[in-house]
C-alpha cells in the first residue's frame, strides 16, 4: 500500500541544505515504517517526533506511553475521549515515527521534547497528563517541572519508588536507594556481555485486542525497537529515573499532600505482590487530596488494552473535575 507524506510543522524556514537533509530524513522514515503515520510528524529543530490528535476541547488530555509501547497502543481509549475533549498520543524519541535524540528515553529528553513539540504544534496548555507503566514516571516528572500547566493526573498501572530494584552488592535494592556508581555497577555485566534478545515475529496478549490493520504496524514498530535497543542508552535512560524517583520520593515525604486537591487516579490490577504493590499505589494516590485508587478486575498490566472502559472513564472524570475547578478554556 503506498505512503501517503505526513504533514510536518516547521518552527523557522529552513535553508536549501537543511531542507535537503529534511527531506532525506522523512524519506528514510517512510522507508522504514510499515504504514503512514496515524498524526503528523513535527519538527521540533532538526527531528521529528509522531504526534496524533482527535477531538476539541480543554483541558488537552495528552498520554505517555509505557516502555517498548506505542501511540496506537490507546487506540481503544483515544477515540471515546475525543468525543468530550482533545486528546493526543505521540511517540517518544527512537519510537515507532519517532526520530531519535541524543539521549533516548532519559527524562531530561523526555519532559523537553514533550514541551517543545506541544509548544510547536500549538497545543496550549491546560493538559491532564496520563502515564502508563513507566509513563507514570514522565508525567510526574512534567507536572513537577511545569505545575501551572497540568490540571490533573490519570495513572495507569504506574511504576512507583518500590516499582523498580537492583542487585547492588548482592542486595535487591530500590531505585531511589542507589547511587550513580550503584547503577553503573550494576550496569556493567551487561556493558560487558550486550544481551541478545529476539525480536517478537507476531502480536501477543494483550495486543491481539487492538484493530486487526493496527496490529502489523504495532509488530512493526516493536521489532524496530528491538532492533535499535543500546544497552548502554538504557543504563543512562535507567540512571535518569533514578535521580527522578529520587526528586519524587522527596517532594512526597516532604509533605502530606504535594498536589494539593489536584484531580488524580491511579489505577492499579491485583498481582502476585498485592501487599507492597498496594502500598505504592496507595503513597501515589496521597499525592492529592482528591486523589482516588481504583483497582482493575480482571486485568493485566495493560489497562488500556484489558480495561478500555476503566481508562476511559478515569480520564473523562478527571477531566471534568479539571474543568468544574475552573480555569479558561479559550487556553
Known sequence: MPINAPRIIRISLLSFLIGCSWLMSIDRLRAQSGAPPLGQLVNIGGRHLHLFCL????PTVIIENGNSAFSIDWALVQPDVAKVT????????GYAWSEKGAANGSVQQTIDDLHLLLRTAHIRPPYVLVGASIGGLYTRAYQRRYPEEVVGLVLDDP????GLKYMVK????PIYEMSRDDMRGAFKPLLNNPPHYDAPTKIEEPFDRLPSKLQPV????LQKFFAEMDIFNDMITTDSWREEFIALRRQRLGSAHPLGSLPLIVLGRNQN?????QKD???MTALSTAGRLIVAENSGHEIHLYRPDLVRQSIREVVSAARRRGFSLSK
Do not use: P
Request: proline content about 0%.
Open 55 to 58: 477531538g476539541s476541547g480543554s
Open 86 to 93: 482533545r486528546v493526543c498520543t505521540y511517540d517518544r524519541a
Open 159 to 162: 511504576t512507583g519508588d518500590e
Open 170 to 173: 548482592g542486595k535487591d535494592t
Open 218 to 221: 504495532r509488530l512493526w514498530a
Open 273 to 277: 505482590d498485592w501487599d507492597v504493590r
Open 281 to 283: 499505589l496507595e503513597a
